[in-house]
């Protein structure tokens, strides 16, 4: 039996399937990915030589949504050099028993082996899961240690830090019930003892906030300055809900952004701007974009970013399989390149790899 009957096997690939990145209900519910719509179009790559790092994706099987290790790397294969990934939490395979602050170890445990599949070299150079971020529960404060020495067990060599989504806003509507937290967590007490055991154990948390949190993620850092801090997906500037139609949205999320740069230990994750909540509609469209059309929308937040925080701090992130409700991965690079064009040959090599590489501590991983 082949992979691709292997996968077949389980129901992973074939003519009938069809791949869903499933949000929340309300606002952000709803979205599908359409292979069909995204096949209408593709493109020449650009400096398809440039080495890659996508330090955020996930993998998971969800009602009406598959995105395992065929469907990731039939996207890394479309063009672009993509060297490694990251893997980043989405409450994939979790335990079904034991103690329950113990069970998202099992997604870990999942990971890692995609990534012994990768790294074997059947499929290749490229070594997906070659960093792994996963979820623990915080809130336990200093209990949570036992988990992570899991995790750590658990990932091997691999497993980085931990991603602990706090997003919250007072319109109910766009906050997330798969990831409920309650308002101010970033400043709790007891929280901040469990993210002082990742200080301690020299892991890195990954921020997932809206918008109006970023100043609590500025004072988690000035709390923890030797702390690896990732915020994901440009701090996810709202212009839906409450925000929807607001002229000052943009500005408040720049300067909010400014602060939080001032802070040397926290990093920013690219990407992520094809999810609902900036509003740049690209799922509405008849036809595709093409990445000159995905850069022109992103470009103000993306040149944001990187003035804000410098190529050294940035990395692109493709948020893959949520952001392919918006486009293909071969276009989401494609804009990427086009979005820093006339950037030297370091900032490149720091926004699509170097940056992800000492941040996630990925060593063994070559950009030569």
């Known amino acids: 039996m082949n992979r691709r009957e292997f996968f077949t096997a389980l129901g992973v690939v074939g003519a009938a399937r069809q791949l869903a990145a499933q949000g929340p209900p309300g606002l952000l519910g709803g979205a599908v990915v359409r292979a069909d719509w995204l096949a209408r179009y593709t493109e020449e790559i650009l400096e398809p030589d440039l080495p890659i790092i996508d330090p955020h ?9 598959r995105y395992l290790a065929d469907d990731l790397l039939a996207d890394m294969n479309s063009g672009h050099n993509v060297v490694a990934t990251v893997y980043v939490q989405a409450q994939s395979m979790y335990r079904q028993s034991g103690p329950p602050e113990m069970r998202p170890v099992g997604e870990t445990e999942f990971v890692n082996g995609v990534a012994a599949m990768f790294a074997s070299g059947t499929w290749g150079r490229p070594r997906a899961c070659a960093g792994i971020v996963g979820r623990a529960d915080l809130t336990l404060g200093s209990r949570v240690e036992p988990v992570l020495v899991a995790h750590l067990r658990a990932g091997g060599d691999r497993f980085r830090g931990v991603r602990y989504i706090t997003s919250w806003d007072a ?3 766009l ?4 990831y409920p937290s309650p308002p101010g967590l970033l400043m709790d007490r007891t929280f901040r ?4 055991v990742l200080a301690r154990l020299g892991l890195s948390f990954d921020a997932m906030v809206y918008h109006p949190q970023l100043d609590e993620v ?3 850092a000035g709390a923890f300055p030797t702390l690896p801090i990732v915020l994901n997906h440009c701090g996810v500037p ?3 809900g409450a925000y929807q139609g607001r002229d000052d949205i943009f500005a408040r999320w720049s300067a909010s952004l400014r602060r939080l740069a001032t802070h040397e230990n926290v990093s920013v994750k690219v990407g992520g701007l094809g999810m609902r909540y900036a509003a740049l509609g690209f799922a509405e469209r008849p036809d595709p974009p093409s990445s000159d059309v995905v850069a022109t929308q992103c470009r103000p937040y993306v040149e944001t970013c990187v003035e804000a925080f410098g190529a050294s701090r940035c990395m692109f992130e493709s948020n893959f399989p949520v952001d392919k409700v918006s486009y293909s991965y071969q ?10 064009s006339g950037a030297s040959a370091s900032e490149k090599t720091a926004l699509f790899g170097g940056t992800a590489k000492r941040v996630y501590r990925l060593d063994a991983i070559s950009l030569s």
Request: charged content about 25%; proline content about 6%.
């Open 175 to 178: 906050n997330n019930p798969d």
């Open 238 to 240: 709202m212009r839906i």
């Open 218 to 220: 500025a004072d988690l």
């Open 193 to 196: 003892e469990g993210v002082a």
């Open 331 to 340: 276009v989401f690079w494609n804009a990427c390149k086009r979005l820093v």
């Open 57 to 65: 994706h996930h993998l998971w099987i969800r009602p009406g949504s």
């Open 171 to 173: 319109d109910t509507r």
